[in-house]
């Protein structure tokens, strides 16, 4: 047996063990790092179609129901059903021991019998059809010859039925990126699942609005090989499906699942991204997360070479007023009348504490299964080599002279309702047995600041089966000729000519992002304007205002085109576009005569203006001493600008300022 | 067509010949949109013939078209055999015994994920490892009686059914329940509680309206109340057990002659008519809602009468109906007629002649109501007196499907038109109620503000 310190200082432990593992922020990392750690990554993406209703159902799509508003709430349990070898799958048996009351709120103007599996399905949305097709199609995917609706088991009850309704729609497809083609594995479409409102103990409570709208996933091999590029292609996914103009926009329409696996670690999927710049961060994180623990398992076989089998822990319930409990949690918790057990584990001191990610240790993994898996709220345990003040306080002295501990052991305290222990302490014992083994098969949670949390079991490919309520679609050549001949050129075409419109780089995630560059080519052909100032009109003007104003209604691009087609009609230059742009977009309802008032225009001739310009290099002569012409120019601009805005372009005055110096 | 091309027909079957490649064959497949590589799986029979299903190696299936087809290799073979594993069923002297009939519902199954096939679960081996809460039940046994779809049930079904119930009460089981699919298991539910007369024990139906192979499915909730009804209930009746509301909460015990099915696909589709259902059941109870039901008793005694004759007809009524229907069955030889007629129990002027031609050549027939809701009044216009003179009569608030069930089961027992009124007339098991209680009709009309009140205060 390894020697383990006597006197361990969580806190410096955490810092050993981080330093042990490598971890480096981001920012610090190079890309050889990712090499070395064997760092792959594939993405999930879920994209909401613009559709008029819901796949299956003919509830209008993309009405949301307020925090709270609900008609009706009914309630399911769900229960797995098992494979043909007659085992649970592993997801299907954590999701039954947790013992879920699951509660939908039901609104009915977006929910039918449908959504909560009291009737059939309709048939399948052919406005989602037909999209899906024509993203497969710019994914490059093979299509398949019919669309055979499946049936992939979800046991959370973020659907009703207990299974999504999904249907492959093309199979190996290719993604360009500048550097690389990222693989796809298959794009397919199906149905949203119900929104989470929220998860408390026993039960958890879904709104059913979203539930039903119908998105594509596209699923991409692990080509990414560091955290940016798996950005990179995230962005160019979004792009290639905003350039169809007919996917949803907004937060929620677009989630990421992000797939990560290190060398000697396990495919683990972050669920739910709900941004791509996050995304760079959690996989990182993740990495690490994955390395650290290679590491600890490394470490626990290096001690007990026996491994998980050998390994066994003890447990003493604490039943009348024990004095080590003595945090404030921990007392809180026992005058609730929850049941106390003290957790002894063999040959785990300086595991508890070892980092895992940012802020967190091996000690959460346990905590946040605990959650999870026994449904106790957090905090729900207490340990020996807590550095969180919260946590701290147990006489783990006491504790360990109460379960018999050794030296190298570690102690856990945790708390619940007495019906959650036996699920709590198994709980514990699986998650350290799997310590000896590596990295666990799971679905994670993001937050924000770029760390995860257990979310559930990796469910196993044996969840997939045939939805016997639908018959299948053939999908046939006269249906993809149609999807071709609907298709936006590809995003890698649109870089190209954004390129050859000499739009500067800067400009591109923004045109595509909101798949503005049709409408650029539309104004530029129709109107006459230079592709580029039409660009920039959009990336660097509309971007800004949309930043910095709160609009009366929605901005549809109808309202750039109408401004820009009153500025030909009016024979204005194209430069008072910069300046009517506010006005326009904070009121879309406003006559665009009046947003010219409104910015104080006045027409004058041409003439009128240049005849100002003596007079003006006089007063100027006058209040001024300085030598500097450029002060004197920028002088008479200034007076000039206002007056000559959409009558005579910037440069033009300029340089009859330049030429009235020479006379 | 042979099990290894199993359900391809016309050009897929003979791409599949062409290529020597069998259903469960592990494919490579070249098509002009493409390459394709899983397992072939067999075809839906209602399916077209210009596709090959195919499962690829995510779980997902998809179908490829035999003219973009350019060539199939097969690379492997897989086939699939299956046996569900059974787990002993655990017995214990403290718990009652309980007998599952079968008739061919599926009321647990496994699911073979590389086929999608659902396997039924029956043995009680079986069902123990679909549904383990049954051992903290009962002692449950089983028996197959037939594998039929609900439409298929018939009087020959229900009289095997009613004479193996009888068998089993007089050896001395505590309960039984009986799997059905829920089509017409109001029917069965009717004629059992007609052939099955003063039973000792529990007669329980129960089925599904969600497939027992999804994790939301309604099967194993109402197979747990079933048996815990048979196993505890005071209630010796024939019932029907299903879900009360579509939440997973409770299930009502609804009496086998006031109940019927009242949608098409919604769990809790069962409703009694006219009345308020016998008692709710829960995992944890049984709460009577109401004291008039027949207790259990220590007996082994049982009256079973499994008789009926075929020849019945339901019509229901609609506008401009006219009289050759109800010639034709009176020529065809039928011996009763129920009749579905509007409002109180009206028919139309134009069916009279026919009507009284059937009545003289001895046709029995019976008024009842589809408004589902209320009794056959029909002293009330002069269509009803009409009609009554005619010899039509009024069968009080016998639901019409129950009414069919009875005239049969009647019918069966004598030809005699006086003897028959009398007997159908007579109540049994509650099909026809003295009196019709205020809460026996409610529709909850959603829309008007009270209604929606309230139904966003309770679990549907």
């Known amino acids: 047996m390894k020697i383990v310190p006597s006197d361990l200082d969580p806190q410096r432990n955490f810092e050993e063990t981080r330093q042990r593992v490598g971890y480096t922020p981001r920012q610090e990392t190079p890309a050889e790092v990712y090499q070395q750690l064997g760092f792959i990554c594939g993405l999930e993406v879920h994209q909401q179609l613009q559709t008029a209703k819901k796949l299956f159902c003919r509830c209008p799509a993309g009405i949301y129901q307020p925090d ?31 013992r879920k009351t699951v509660i939908y709120h039901i609104d009915n103007r977006t929910a039918c019998t449908y959504d909560v599996d009291d009737t059939p399905p309709f048939k399948l949305n052919p406005e989602a059809l037909e999209i899906a097709l024509e993203i497969a199609l710019l994914l490059q995917t093979t299509i398949v010859g019919e669309l055979h609706i499946t049936r992939k088991q979800y046991l959370d009850g973020s659907i009703p039925t207990g299974f999504q309704r999904t249907a492959i729609v093309g199979i190996e497809g290719r993604l360009p990126l500048p550097h690389k083609t990222v693989r796809v594995i298959q794009l397919s479409v199906e149905e949203d699942a119900c929104r989470e409102v929220s998860d408390v103990g026993h039960v958890r409570v879904y709104t059913t609005d979203r539930l039903g709208m119908p998105l594509v996933e596209t699923v991409t091999y692990p080509d990414m090989q560091t955290p940016d590029e798996v950005a990179e292609a995230a962005h160019s996914i979004r792009f290639l499906t905003r350039s169809t ?47 650290s623990l290679l590491v600890i398992c490394e470490e626990l076989l290096a001690r007990m070479p026996a491994g998980a089998p050998g390994w066994q822990m003890r447990h003493v319930a604490l039943d009348t007023d024990p004095p080590m409990v003595t945090s404030a949690l921990a007392r809180q918790a026992w005058e609730k009348g929850d049941c106390l057990v003290a957790v002894n584990l063999p040959g785990f001191r300086g595991i508890l504490s070892f980092f895992t990610q940012p802020g967190r240790s091996f000690a959460d993994e346990i905590s946040d299964r605990l959650k999870v898996i026994a449904c106790i709220e957090k905090p729900n345990m207490a340990h020996s080599e807590a550095f969180r003040p919260a946590e701290q306080g147990e006489d783990f002295e006491a504790i360990r002279r109460l379960l018999g501990a ?62 016997t309520d639908s018959a299948p679609i053939a999908i046939t050549e006269e249906m993809i000729e149609r999807a071709r001949r609907r298709l936006p050129p590809r995003v890698d075409r649109r870089l190209a000519q ?108 041409r003439d009128d203006i240049i005849a100002r310009i003596s007079v003006l290099r006089e007063e100027f002569a006058r209040r001024n001493t300085s030598r500097d012409a450029g002060a004197g120019r920028r002088w008479i601009m200034g007076r000039l600008r206002p007056l000559a805005l959409g009558n005579m372009p910037m440069a033009e005055v300029a340089a009859a300022i330049r030429a009235g110096e020479s006379l | 067509m042979s099990e290894i091309f199993k359900g391809y027909r016309g050009p897929a079957l003979e791409l599949l010949k062409s290529f020597h490649v069998r259903v469960w064959s592990e494919a490579r497949i070249q098509t002009t949109r493409g390459d394709f590589q899983g397992i072939v799986l067999p075809r839906s029979e209602n399916d077209d013939d210009r596709h090959i299903v195919l499962k690829l190696p995510n779980g997902y299936n998809v179908g490829i078209a035999v003219e973009t087809i350019r060539h199939i290799e097969e690379c492997g073979y897989k086939e699939a055999h299956y046996k569900i594993p059974e787990r002993e069923f655990p017995v214990s002297p403290e718990k009652r015994n309980v007998k599952l009939l079968g008739t061919g519902g599926t009321i647990a199954s496994r699911l073979d994920y590389r086929t999608g096939a659902v396997i039924p679960a029956f043995s009680p081996g079986e069902l123990y490892g679909a549904v383990p809460e049954l051992a903290d039940i009962c002692n449950l046994t089983t028996e197959k009686l037939f594998a039929v779809f609900s439409e298929n049930m018939g009087p020959t079904q229900y009289k095997i059914l009613a004479q193996a119930i009888g068998e089993e009460i007089r050896k001395g089981i505590h309960g039984i329940v009986i799997g059905h699919g829920t089509d017409t298991m109001h029917h069965t539910a009717a004629a059992l509680s007609y052939m099955v007369q003063h039973p000792p024990i529990p007669i329980v139906m129960v089925g599904s309206q969600r497939s027992s192979d999804r994790p939301s499915s309604d ?135 026919a009507i009284r031609r059937a009545v003289e050549k001895g046709v029995v027939i019976y008024m009842t109501v589809q ?34 069930i009875k005239l049969g089961w009647v019918l069966g027992q004598t030809a005699d038109p006086d003897r028959v009124k009398e007997m159908m007339l007579t109540p049994i098991c509650g099909d026809i109620t003295e009196r019709e209680p205020y809460n026996g009709y409610l529709i909850y009309q959603g829309g008007i503000p009270e209604v929606e009140e309230f139904i966003k205060r309770f679990h549907k």
């Open chain 1, 245 to 291: 103009g007919k996917v949803r926009t907004g937060i929620g329409a677009a989630r990421e699942d992000v797939n990560v696996s290190i060398r000697g670690g396990t495919r683990v999927e972050i669920k739910g991204v709900p941004r791509i710049r996050y995304i760079p961060e959690l996989v990182h994180n993740e990495a690490f997360r994955q390395k």
């Open chain 1, 406 to 467: 050794r030296e190298e052991d570690a102690q856990i305290l945790l708390w619940g309702p007495v019906g959650d222990i036996p699920t709590a302490l198994e709980t514990v014992e699986e998650r350290c047995r799997l310590a000896f083994l590596g990295v666990p098969n799971e679905t994670r949670k993001a937050f924000p600041d770029g760390t995860t949390m257990f979310e559930r079991v990796l469910p196993g490919p044996d969840r997939m089966y045939p939805d």
């Open chain 2, 219 to 353: 099967a194993a909730l109402n197979l747990i109340h079933a048996t815990k009804t048979a196993a505890e209930a005071d209630i010796a009746e024939v019932m029907v057990c299903m879900f009360g509301p579509t939440s997973d909460e409770y299930g009502l015990l609804h009496r086998g002659t006031r109940v019927r099915k009242m949608h098409s696909s919604y769990r809790s589709t069962f409703r009694t008519i006219g009345d308020i259902p016998i008692a709710m059941v829960s995992r944890e109870k049984i709460t009577p809602l109401r004291q008039d039901y027949n207790r259990r008793r220590d007996d082994r005694t049982v009256e079973v009468i499994p008789v009926f004759e075929e020849r019945v007809s339901l019509i229901y009524y609609y506008p401009n109906m006219h009289p050759d229907i109800i010639e034709a069955l009176t020529d065809l030889g039928y011996k009763g007629i129920i009749i579905a007629g509007t409002g109180l129990g009206h028919v139309n002027k134009p069916l009279y002649p």
């Open chain 1, 68 to 98: 709270g508003y609900y008609d009706a709430e009914l309630i399911r349990h769900m229960r797995p059903t098992l494979s043909e070898l007659g085992e649970y799958d592993g997801t299907a048996l954590m999701e039954f021991k947790t």
């Open chain 1, 498 to 605: 954004l390129r050859e419109w000499n739009v500067p780089e800067d400009a591109f995630a923004y045109l595509l992002r909101h798949n503005l560059v049709p409408l650029v080519e539309r104004i530029a052909s129709e109107l006459r304007f230079a592709p580029r100032f039409v660009a920039l009109f959009l990336a660097h003007r509309l971007k800004h205002l949309q930043g910095r104003l709160r609009p009366d209604g929605p901005l549809d691009v109808g309202r750039i085109y109408g401004l820009l087609a009153f500025i030909r009609e009016r024979g204005l230059e194209p430069e008072i576009a910069f300046e009517m742009l506010a006005p326009a977009y904070e009121h879309p309802d406003a006559d665009l005569e009046a947003v010219l008032s409104s910015i104080g225009y006045v027409p004058r001739s």
């Open chain 2, 371 to 404: 408004t589902l809701w209320g009794y056959a009044h029909m002293f009330v216009y002069d269509t009803g007196r009409d009609l009554m003179t005619l010899g039509i009569v009024p069968a009080e608030n016998m639901l019409p499907e129950v009414a069919y």
